[in-house]
């Protein structure tokens, strides 16, 4: 069965059956004229043998008894002879009667007639008008003038080749068929073999890799076979490896704690694992639905189509996103060391998400997007839970607020006293001495206990810290005046340049910002020194820099002052909590600001930078 024309088994046929019939009717037409011809051609030498052979007769005997009887022989050996006189009248005819020779027409006209009275002989193929038949006429010049033609009919020498050309025919017609039944194997072999490599192929593409040619229909086809072989080899190889390291994915993410969430580029589910699924049940079903059907938090889905916006590379995080109640962003400035009145860049840390669940469990959710876009991944997110985290901390929390409480009573009690010790003129000059030690201690705890109770009341979320146009010029002559007695008694001086003066900040805890900052810069500075307190306005925020000529701050430890409790060493932080500037930097993030240390800076060896949100044109 031969497939349709626009198929390649029926193409290959089509054009076998074209060269077939061309190389069988134009041999087979031309072959029936050249054979024609040929068969033609010998009877006119036969012809002219015979008229030679005739006159020979002839002029060896003449008269007319002799001519007599070379006509009766040639009627009975299907010849026909002529014999014209010099006029071109026919004075003898095998064929004719005597009495019909003179209705003949002059034969001086005829072809052969004239070749033999100007060359001696003539030959000519052509219809007999006396007989109606074609035959070839052979004509020899005689001594007297006279001409002996021979006329040898051409009927039996057509039918001969037309019985000759019809076997041929057969024969031609025989091959073709062959042919034409090897062209129906050839294209079905061929066909069988493209189908064959075709579902190899296909069977590959559907992941069926052990699948390979073996039989091929010749060995044109054998480079394309191996190399299908090579790419089903590769595809298997590749398909295992995938399969592996998926496998082992699988294992690594469900063996997990935290549960990890897939999304795809356009923020649809994509995949997920078995912490994340005991943390949401719904996202069992939500594959290939918006995060927001198997994560219920609006917050979480505003970040991830800020982070899928951004681009890769970018958090796509804003910290000053608008968070439903409950839901709160944390991040950690990272240190910069830039030129003088620079401000740091924006963080590159992980932006996170933190929600509370109703059952009272607490979960934070990081969320990460590829370095390079792609187009099936578009953001992971990793959620764990952070209720014990929370839990301790809170408790942290009220326990440092309780201790520090309750020590704030006693330690007032002993500062009073031992003030009240050194006032009395009794007291002899060595116990004098214990009542001074006794009250420099306690008023140093009771610093210490005082900045603890400031930190417990900045962390606490709970309460709001409400930003409000302020004038950062009076919050700085607050502090001031709390550090002017310090910084006389070294002979430090202030260095005051505001150049944005309002800014968008709670007075009270911006007071408290400058006068820790004032307090570390006077404890730091040389005898004599200056500090210099700068500002000025930067796009939509306020850049303070607070600068002192003090010892410096190793490069090492600049990441981590702002530690509650660190101490770079003994020589700066002698006598300090430790925790002041803990305290400026929660301040700060509470504003949505940010805050860092650099050490060298400009023409300062320490300062300390933090940005607040600037107060609209119209409010300043």
């Known amino acids: 069965m031969i497939s349709s024309p626009g198929s390649l088994q029926g193409r290959l046929f089509l054009c076998f059956a074209l060269v077939t019939a061309i190389a069988a009717i134009l041999p087979a037409l031309f072959y029936r004229d050249a054979l024609y011809k040929e068969r033609q051609d010998i009877a006119g030498q036969q012809a002219l043998s015979h008229a030679s052979l005739v006159r020979s007769f002839l002029e060896s005997r003449p008269g007319e008894e002799r001519i007599q009887e070379l006509f009766d022989a040639a009627g009975e050996m299907s010849l026909r002879l002529t014999l014209i006189d010099a006029a071109g009248q026919v004075t003898h005819d095998s064929r004719i009667g005597r009495d019909k020779l003179p209705e003949m027409d002059n034969h001086d006209d005829r072809i052969e007639v004239a070749e033999a009275r100007s060359k001696g002989t003539g030959l000519s193929f052509r219809h007999s008008n006396s007989l109606g038949i074609e035959a070839a006429y052979a004509a020899s010049a005689l001594r007297d003038g ?29 091959a073709a068929a062959f042919c034409l039944l090897l062209s129906v194997f050839i294209t079905r072999r061929v066909r069988a073999g493209m189908e064959e490599m075709t579902e190899a192929v296909e069977s590959v593409s559907l992941g069926k890799t052990h699948s390979r040619l073996h039989d091929v229909p010749g060995r044109e086809f054998l480079p394309l076979a191996e190399a299908v072989n090579r790419m089903a080899d590769m595809i298997e190889d590749f398909v295992r490896t ?23 580029p356009t ?26 059907e198997s994560l219920p938090v609006p917050a979480l889905q505003r970040r991830v189509d800020g982070l899928l916006a951004a681009g890769a590379g970018a958090s796509g995080l804003r910290a000053d996103s608008p968070l439903p109640a409950g839901i709160t962003l944390q991040g950690e400035a990272s240190n910069h060391k830039g030129n003088f009145g620079a401000a740091p860049p924006a963080p590159e840390c992980e932006d996170a998400v933190h929600f509370e669940l109703p059952p009272g469990r607490f979960l934070v959710a990081h969320l990460a997007a590829p370095v390079e876009r792609n187009a099936s991944l578009g953001a992971v997110i990793v959620v764990y839970d952070a209720t014990q985290i929370m839990r301790l901390e809170r408790a942290r929390r009220d326990f440092v607020a309780n201790v520090s409480h309750e020590l704030r009573t006693p330690l007032t009690a002993v500062a009073g006293y031992a003030e009240t010790l050194l006032t009395s003129e009794d007291l002899q000059p060595e116990y004098r001495n214990f009542a001074g030690v006794i009250h420099k201690h306690a008023v140093a705890l009771g610093r210490i206990v005082g900045d603890m109770l400031a930190l417990t009341r900045i962390e606490n979320e709970r309460e709001a810290v409400r930003p409000v146009p302020a004038d950062a010029g009076a919050a700085l002559e607050q502090a001031l005046s709390f550090c002017r007695e310090q910084a006389d008694a070294k002979g430090i001086t202030f260095a005051v340049t505001l150049d944005a003066g309002i800014v968008l900040a709670d007075a009270a805890l911006l007071a408290q910002v400058f006068r820790n900052l004032l307090e570390n810069a006077c404890r730091y500075s040389p005898p004599g020194g200056e500090i210099r307190v700068v500002s000025r306005r930067e796009g939509e925020e306020a850049l303070f820099i607070v600068a002192d000529n003090g010892p410096g701050i190793p490069r090492e430890a600049l990441p981590r002052i702002f530690e509650r409790f660190y101490q770079v060493n003994r020589e700066r932080n002698s006598g300090t909590s430790g925790i002041g500037l803990a305290v400026c930097k929660h301040i700060i993030e509470r504003h949505g600001g940010r805050i860092w240390a650099e050490s060298p800076y400009g023409g300062a060896a320490t300062a300390m930078l933090f940005t607040l949100p600037a107060a609209p044109s119209a409010a300043a």
Do not use: Y
């Open 146 to 174: 006279e001409i002996l033609r021979v006329a040898v009919p051409l009927a039996d020498i057509r039918r001969g080749a037309d019985r000759e050309f019809s076997f041929l025919s057969t024969l031609v017609a025989g």
């Open 242 to 264: 995938t399969g592996d390291q998926r496998r082992q994915l699988e294992s690594v993410l469900d063996s997990m704690h935290e549960g990890v969430l897939v999304l795809g």
């Open 267 to 292: 923020g649809k589910v994509r995949r997920w694992n078995r912490a994340l699924a005991a943390l949401f049940p719904a996202v069992a079903q939500g594959e290939g639905k918006p995060l927001i």
